[in-house]
């Protein structure tokens, strides 16, 4: 029974549907679309070769700078070059701190001894605290501010008119009711 199954003398092979298919997609796009896609391809290579030396120019100072930062004595210059600007901030910092506590020191004595005074004072019979009050110590403008200027005259006076100001009249104001009619 499995001897009575012909076979065909020569076999063909055929191409499979899903390729065919393919392949006449792809001639009906060229087809169709053809020279905008050699245009295209054009500007694409013409973009290539005009970014190309720039991206091999950022390319290579990258990896100079690597190798910068891997070579041990500049990065050890660099290291301590760091270090030093650091101590030297913090320095600057310590001084102005300690100059800063130092004034902090002479304001609380001052007001310690102004509250003995005023303590004594009391004591005394006499006001409790000083109507004068003390002067502060800076009392200079410093250079950059400049002082404002003045908006008037010092003649001026709103109720004698004049003085510019544009005119007199002003019409009223126009207030909105809440409705109704």
Excluded at 40 to 46: A, D, P, R, T, V
Excluded at 139 to 168: A, F, H, Q, W
Aim: net charge positive; glycine share 10%; hydrophobic share 30%.
């Amino acid at each position: 029974m499995a001897d009575d199954v012909e076979h065909p003398s020569t076999l063909q092979n055929e191409n499979p549907q899903i390729v065919s298919d393919a392949f006449s997609t792809a001639t009906q796009i060229l087809q169709q679309y053809g020279w905008f896609i050699v245009l295209g391809c054009l500007f694409l290579l013409y973009i290539r070769s005009k970014i190309k030396p720039a991206y091999t120019q950022m390319k290579r100072r990258a990896e100079e700078s690597r190798d910068k930062k891997l070579d041990p004595d500049v990065a050890q210059s660099r290291l301590e070059a760091m270090e030093r600007a650091r101590q030297k901030l913090q320095e600057e910092h310590d001084a102005r701190a300690s100059l800063y506590k130092e004034k902090q020191l002479v304001k609380e004595e001052e007001k310690r001894q102004t509250k003995i005074e005023e303590w004594e004072n009391l004591q005394q019979g006499k006001a409790y605290r000083s109507k004068i009050k003390p002067r502060e110590e800076n009392t200079e403008i410093p250079k950059g501010v400049k002082p404002k200027p003045k908006l008037r005259d010092t003649d001026y006076n709103p109720l004698m008119g004049g003085g510019g100001g544009g005119g007199s009249f002003r019409p009223s104001r126009r207030a909105g009711g809440g409705g109704g009619g």
